[in-house]
């Protein structure tokens, strides 16, 4: 380990660190997407996917702009070299851990608007990050205008411990949000996996910056040179794969994992939060004959009725409208005073049939469709009472009259007569297109249902 390798890079524990940062990085892409490949969870425009891919992106660029701008590789080319101020200043902090920060302080402060102030967020998320990114950015400008570079991209005492303290600020930031939700009983251990990342990103920040520290002050020691840059890419390339292997903290969202324990045999929301009796029928349940002139909502009451229209309203790709009215009816089943699992059932409805663009959209008016978008309090009792309405209107207009003329309704009464004391145990009813906040996604049952004639809502 001589002084030309410690100056200009290429010792073997520098080519060994390349390696253990190129395996982070592997294990932090495997882990993001091969879930959603055996899942097969759908792409949804939503901050639940895009925060998670912003956070790959940040990951890739910490490590990489370590690499570039610590001299951990000799090249032939000083041509990379060339560009301190872009490896060392922008890509590995505005771009790289700030970036990252930025993203886990996005989640939490949505966090804190839904479950503290009972709310969406005033601040949609895709404006809320770059805001919190400024100051990184105005500090790397700031750095980039007064040029105090070397050479070999080191900064001086006089800008080491600035730098040191931004890495620092964002990680009190985290703290200051997670403080604020520290009483909420989330359902998906949201805040055990905020205290975890503040855990390891404060450990990571600490070893970092000393490491950081040593490497940029202490410029003539060519031991301590080769060891901090080894420890700054190594730190790196931890802090990047436990980071982001925590749940992403999305409300509802759990980052999908691979290992079995997650496995739960959770289709749906409603289970996922314990409400009684979701979606399930019972052998011992009282046998009510169908009359198609009674109205929709008590024919609806009807489980083995309502499990019949579905799968009919499936087949016709207009499932979405009976699918709103079984979520709905599963949050009514939550107690007022249970503050909690209404916010998450009733986000949870609100990703997956409200927002414009959803998986499941149902065809709303614009003014009920603002109204549950821009309420003051997500566990209000009527949240979803003029949108359940509308939706009504929708099955009985389009679905129904149909409905009984199709080979479904057949079915229904011949199961009807041939099993009068009440059906056998059936598995919970699944959604045909798979939510973008539910957790517990387990791959949908295939089916073939027979033909039909019908007609698409909306």
């Not at 750095?143 to 411990?161: D, M, V, Y």
């Amino acid at each position: 380990m001589g002084g030309g390798c410690a100056k200009h890079g290429g010792c073997p524990s520098d080519y060994f660190a390349v390696v253990i940062a190129v395996i982070c990085f592997f294990v932090l892409l495997s882990r993001s997407v091969f879930p959603c490949l055996i899942h097969k969870a759908p792409r949804t425009n939503s901050s639940s996917f895009w925060i998670p891919v912003i956070q790959v992106f940040s990951s890739f660029n910490l490590l990489f702009s370590i690499v570039m701008s610590v001299n951990l590789l000799q090249f032939k080319s000083q041509h990379w070299r060339r560009y301190c101020y872009l490896w060392a200043v922008w890509v590995e902090g505005p771009l790289g851990f700030g970036l990252l920060m930025s993203c886990r302080i996005t989640q939490a402060f949505q966090l804190y608007f839904i479950f503290v102030k009972k709310r969406l967020p005033p601040v949609k998320s895709y404006v809320f990050l770059p805001l919190v990114l400024l100051p990184w950015i105005f500090g790397a400008a700031i750095i980039h205008a007064r040029k105090p570079l070397s050479n070999e991209c080191h900064l001086g005492l006089q800008w080491t411990f600035p730098v040191a303290g931004l890495h620092a600020l964002y990680v009190l930031a985290l703290v200051a949000f997670t403080r604020a939700v520290r009483h909420v009983e989330f359902r998906f251990d949201e805040l055990r996996d905020l205290w975890k990342g503040i855990l390891v990103s404060a450990a990571s920040v600490v070893i970092w910056v000393t490491a950081f520290v040593l490497n940029e002050i202490l410029t003539e020691i060519s031991w301590l040179q080769v060891a901090s840059r080894f420890v700054l890419l190594v730190t790196g390339g931890v802090l990047v794969v436990f980071f982001f292997s925590i749940s992403s903290n999305q409300p509802l969202l759990s980052q999908i994992s691979l290992k079995k324990k997650d496995n739960f045999e959770f289709q749906r929301m409603s289970l996922a939060l314990g409400i009684p009796d979701s979606g399930l029928l019972f052998r011992k349940e009282e046998f009510r004959p169908v009359d198609p002139n009674e109205p929709l909502d008590k024919l609806l009451l009807n489980k083995r009725f309502r499990q019949s229209l579905m799968e009919f309203a499936d087949s016709c790709y207009a499932g979405e409208t009976l699918h709103f009215y079984e979520e709905v009816y599963e949050h009514g089943k939550i107690p007022e005073g249970d503050s909690i699992r209404r916010i998450y059932m009733a986000r949870h409805i609100m990703e997956k049939f409200i927002v414009a663009g959803a998986e499941m959209e149902v065809n709303l008016s614009h003014k009920t469709r603002q109204e549950i978008l821009t309420t003051q309090d997500l566990t209000h009792p009527d949240l979803f009472k003029n949108a359940l309405n509308e939706v009504m209107q929708l099955i009985k207009m389009n679905l129904l009259r149909d409905y009984w003329s199709s080979i479904y309704f057949i079915k229904f009464k011949e199961e009807e007569s041939c099993d009068k004391e009440g059906w056998s145990f059936s598995p919970p009813r699944i959604s045909s297109v798979q939510g973008s906040d539910d957790p517990f996604y387990q791959e949908h049952l295939s089916k073939s249902p027979p033909t039909s004639r019908c007609t698409s809502p909306g």
